[in-house]
Every structure is written in structure tokens, then in C-alpha cells.
């Protein structure tokens, strides 16, 4: 079945640096793929999301891009910041059927000034 | 604009007892479905909805009920609580391939 494969955590970055968590998937078909983003107490947030290969997401300084010939969806930030500190899901959604989301394990990014 | 409502935000059960997770949604989403959070697994699909008065099973359902009367309410039923429940609940609707998540239920079994 479908799968999201990301990168484990903790990630700790000093302000100001370069972020990647890496994500990869299998999936059958053309699924589109998400970043979430989960604040500390809060429920989950879209922060970007493609639908078809070589689509750039992007939001917030955040970027993805859909690279379906290494089924990557790597997520990227120049310069993080403190209040970027936050727990990052990877997710699919297949195009076939009822179309659920399916999660990666989390990435938890610490940004400290 | 409410979105997504879940009740209540915490929860202490006692193994064997029963309850109810509420799920409320005003964007007349007709997709709903409940997901669960444990550490180091990310989100797991227990139950989903289609549409009123249909449901289906998802990846780990043992141990829920879910009925769907309404577009607007997805409830979720703990039969019988045990310990390997304690989670977060998450209910989520979806709508033109864009979820939108509740805030979550956090879940303790004792």
C-alpha cells in the first residue's frame, strides 16, 4: 500500500539556518502530496502541498517540490526561524477511491535563537 | 467560522468505561473522518465517511464505532476503553483534495 517515509527528528537549528527534512514515498498512480505543520497543542495545518510531478509547492518561506522520478517531496527553508519550531508531517493522497491521507511518522524541528 | 469542532479537548477514562468523541464541521464537507496520533507513528485512519449514512474502516479500527447521521457530525465511540487507546483524536473533513483538521482530543486511559 501506500507509504510516506520521512526523516527522523529531532531537528535543532540555530536561527537564520538552512532547513530540509527529507521525505519519499511509494505510492501507486499520480497521489498529490502535503506538508502539515503542528504547532505545540494545536491541531494539524496544510503548509504546502503538489499535485502532479514537478509542482513547486510553497508557503511561508517553505518549498517542496514533487519529484516523482526519485518519489521525493524534500521540504526546504533558507532561514528558519524561532516560531518555525513545530512538528512537520509528510503525507500522500492517492487518486483512487476515498482519497485518505496517509502520514508520515513526523519531523520535529527546534529552532533556537 | 467554526470549521472543525472537537469535544471534549481532554479526556481521563478508566479502563472499561465507555464515551464519546464529538466531531462537528459548518463547511458542509461531505468527507469526515478520525485519525489517531502516537508517538513516533504519525496519523493512523480509524474510521471515515463518505457521506451521510455511510462509513467505512480504516487502518486500525478495532475498538471504535463510528455512526455518521448528519453531514455535520462524525462521533466516534470507545466500546469498551483500554489502555493502548491513549492517544490524540484527530477529526478532519475534506472537501476538492484540501483537509481541514480539528484541534484534537487527547485521550488517557488509566
Known amino acids: 500500500g501506500d507509504s510516506v517515509t520521512q526523516m527522523e527528528g529531532p531537528v535543532t537549528l540555530s536561527e537564520e539556518a538552512f532547513l530540509t527534512i527529507n521525505c519519499t514515498y511509494t505510492a501507486t498512480g499520480y497521489p498529490s502530496l502535503f506538508w502539515y505543520v503542528q504547532y505545540p497543542g494545536e491541531g494539524l495545518q496544510l503548509l504546502l502541498k503538489?499535485?502532479?510531478?514537478?509542482d513547486k509547492g510553497s508557503n511561508k518561506g517553505f518549498e517542496a517540490t514533487y519529484r516523482k522520478e526519485t518519489t521525493s517531496f524534500h521540504l526546504e527553508k533558507g532561514s528558519v526561524q524561532v516560531s518555525d519550531s513545530a512538528v512537520y508531517f509528510c503525507a500522500l493522497k492517492g487518486d483512487q477511491g476515498f482519497q485518505k491521507l496517509v502520514f508520515g511518522t513526523g519531523t520535529r524541528l527546534l529552532v533556537s535563537p | 467560522n467554526a470549521g472543525v469542532t472537537q469535544t471534549p479537548k481532554f479526556q481521563v477514562l478508566k479502563t472499561g468505561q465507555s464515551m464519546t468523541l464529538q466531531c462537528a464541521q459548518d463547511?458542509?464537507?461531505?468527507?469526515m473522518s478520525w485519525y489517531r496520533q502516537d508517538p513516533g507513528m504519525g496519523l493512523r485512519l480509524i474510521h471515515y465517511s463518505v457521506g451521510a449514512g455511510i462509513t467505512d474502516q480504516g487502518e486500525v479500527p478495532n475498538g471504535y464505532n463510528v455512526s455518521r447521521s448528519t453531514t455535520e457530525d462524525f462521533p466516534l465511540r470507545l466500546l469498551s476503553a483500554a489502555p493502548s487507546q491513549t492517544s490524540v483524536y484527530f477529526c478532519?473533513?475534506?472537501?476538492?483534495?484540501?483537509?481541514?483538521f480539528g484541534s484534537g482530543t487527547r485521550l488517557t486511559v488509566v
Open positions: 478532519a473533513t475534506s472537501e476538492g483534495g484540501g483537509y481541514t
Open positions: 503538489a499535485t502532479k510531478a514537478d
Open positions: 463547511m458542509n464537507h461531505e468527507y
